[in-house]
């Protein structure tokens, strides 16, 4: 009797659960547009993964506060916790893409190079802004990702193009010692060929300090390797916990903080507040705004955070990655206004997400419109190009906060660029029959 | 090639001997951090023949239970005994809700068990802290921070930071500690007959149960430590859960019950993964030292199965 009571019980809340997920689509597909968020606030990687889940959930909320979403219709937000797991990640995405997802985040190099090969088939697109691989860049090979405003390999070739100036221009690089520290994963390998191109061409030499993903907060035989070879300039691919830890390691063996220089990703506020007074003069690329002198972030505060309506500290609001977090969010936002404005319909599909992003134009004056002017460079996608090369800057950390040091960098597109379409042509035929274009330009 | 091998890194060790000197120095702290998250797997294997698989957890949580009660406005100090506080309850826990249930159940059980308290302490130690790493209270428990260079010659320089001295010191004054505890305490003869046999240990009036609680807490307090010291270098997160499992081979190599074995196997592997990193790691592109502990661990057990000091079992059949 106690048997067929539990198995009734059972039946029941299977029934129950498997109702509302087949009933949930349905709902979503007729009011909201619906945005699943890859997110990772547990585990090694949360301290970076917290910052931009942030930035991305709170922009989307304030439209959905303030304007009542996009067009009209509601953003129905839901995060999903990946703990930057490839595997995770892959279940995330399997678990809501029947709910009629319009685009994927992966925020994971490992995650987006999982759901590539998925985004065509299932025809939601991939929006890697800034990370996953670089070749995606290429819209005729891969039309369902996109990895504006830069790739890896633009942001590798900003930094040799930053180092060239501060030595007096590129030809002076040649004999010098150019360290690469990266997290050894899928992620930090990935600007290593551009890499090594740019050293062969410009006569450096690259020096490659691997960091496994276990030994992220023991890295101190990386920094011994570092000061023996005693590298003019260190460039660091670093994620998570490994951030805080090599700027430490780089304080510790007293290395020139000014000639060490992060990727966007190692541009946290955290990550240089942890090397203490001996971090300052650190620098990183960046692509988005420093600070919250921001009109949008204003209504962020005042529509999201205020009312209680996030997780967000008020103190992070302005911080490097919650800014990131903001401009994935709008990228996504512009993403969906433009495809509502090609279709005609209010409530669209993944195949009217990907043409809206193929058709982004976030100019100076769409950005002032936004209540974010200077935020970012103007970025423009293409079919043919889905990254867009933007320029980049340099921040640096005074000891309490980032600061510009540099103009807008513009990466070097003629190197880059042919290197990119080779790469897509390779992928495409080492993923043999990978399918050929056939989804139309909406420019 | 056999060059590289053979003779390069002997001449590269003469060559710049400060530098040497500042390996082995790296070295040895990393040993002495190893020797402390050892120790911690040691005291309950000892005790209970478990394999505590939420060591790692407990180094995190304790750090973390620390540096949060300094941020809600607990002076460090306070925040310190209240953590210890905190460390005893969780053994307490330990033992009557998870231990006690499973007396004579077989070690895999038991195995399973601290898997699962692993996973309740991320979950909780989440739920309470957040995701986000904090930074060490380092000052705040007047521990010194710094370095102190010594110059060699002409360019030699070894670098000494201060927080590595301090993690010695007190990893020398734990072992000690540790160590009178056990060979001149009650309680600490107590624990070494249970460890002998449970079921001996209980037919002579020994508490299994006090027992337990007392070595989860002793467990407890090594990990507290453990956790400044692996915060103070990096930061206290969730990532240094992964950094505890490099006590593995440092078990493996010094026994799952030498107290001596965790932290003579702690500066082996310590002073190998390091040596072996600077001047071996670049013949195969680095990144050795994940795997060339376990290595040093495996050459170790070709000629000693049961570890440098662990107890060797002879069954007769």
Known sequence: MKDFKQLALGTAVALGVGLTGLMTPAAQAQDSNYVPLLTYRTGPYAGSGIHIA???????KMLNERDGGIGGVRLELEECETGYNAQKGVECYEATKGKGAL????????????????????????????????????????????????????????????????????????????????????YGREPIPLLEQLAEKYGFELLQYPVPGAEMQNQSSQWLNVRRDRPDYMVMWGWGAMNPTAVKEAVKIRFPMDKFIGVWWSAGDDDAAAGGEGAKGYKAMNFSGVGSDFPALADIQKHVIDPGLSSTDADTIGGTLYNRG?????????????????????????????????????????????????????????????????????????????????????????????????????????????????????? | MLYDIFIDPFVQMYDMPDFFLQVLWEGFVAGILYALIALGFVL???????????????????????????????????????????????????????????????????????????????????????????????????????STAFEIGERGLIILQHIDIAAAVIAVVMVIALAI???????????????????????????????????WFAAGLVALATGIMWGARSDVSFALEIVAFKALPVLILGGFTSIPGAIVGGLIIGFGEKIGELYWGGLVGGGVESWLAYIIALIFLLFRPQGLFGERIIERI
């Open chain 1, 326 to 443: 903001v401009l994935n969010s709008v990228i996504i936002a512009e993403g969906i206004r433009t495809a509502q404005e090609l279709t005609g319909k209010k409530v669209i599909t993944g195949e009217d997400m990907r043409m809206g992003l193929e058709a982004l134009n976030l100019d100076e004056a769409r950005l002032e419109e936004l209540g974010l002017k200077g935020f970012a460079h103007p970025m423009k996608v293409t079919c043919e190009d889905h990254a867009g090369s933007h320029p980049v800057f340099i921040q640096q950390w005074d000891g309490k906060k980032w600061q510009q040091a540099s103009n807008w960098i513009e990466p070097m597109t003629d190197i880059v660029r042919p290197l990119l379409e080779a790469a897509a042509k390779d992928y495409a035929e080492k993923n043999a029959p990978w399918p050929a274009r056939t989804e139309p330009c909406p420019n």
């Open chain 1, 103 to 186: 685009v994927y985040n992966p925020y994971s190099t490992g995650i987006t190079l999982q759901l590539i090969p998925k985004a065509g088939v299932d025809k939601i697109p991939v929006l890697s802004m800034g990370y996953g691989l670089s070749a995606a860049a290429d819209g005729n090979v891969f039309p369902w990702v996109f990895n504006v405003p830069d790739t890896y390999w633009d942001g590798a070739s900003v930094v040799i193009k930053y180092i060239g100036e501060q030595e007096g221009g590129l030809e002076n690089l040649k004999g010098k010692k150019i360290g690469y520290l990266f997290l050894d994963a899928g």
């Open chain 2, 44 to 146: 309950i294997f000892k005790a209970s023949g478990v394999f505590n698989f939420a060591q790692g957890i407990m180094v995190v949580f304790a750090g973390l239970t620390l540096v949060g009660l300094h941020e809600n406005g607990v002076p460090a100090y306070l925040a310190l005994i209240l953590t210890i506080g905190v460390m005893a309850v969780l053994a307490y826990g330990v033992e009557r809700i998870v231990m006690r249930p499973l007396v004579n159940q077989p070690e895999i059980i038991l195995l399973m068990a601290t898997i699962g308290l692993t996973y309740f302490l991320v979950g909780f130690g989440e739920f309470v802290f957040g995701g986000e790493p904090k930074q060490m209270i380092t000052e705040e428990l007047g521990l010194p921070t710094g």
């Open chain 1, 54 to 60: 942030n930035g991305m959930h709170d922009y989307l």
């Open chain 2, 181 to 215: 505890f056990f060979n001149k305490t009650r309680i600490g003869r107590a624990l070494r007959a249970v460890a002998d046999d449970h079921q001996a240990a209980l037919s002579v009036g020994i508490s299994l149960n006090q027992i337990w609680a007392i070595v």
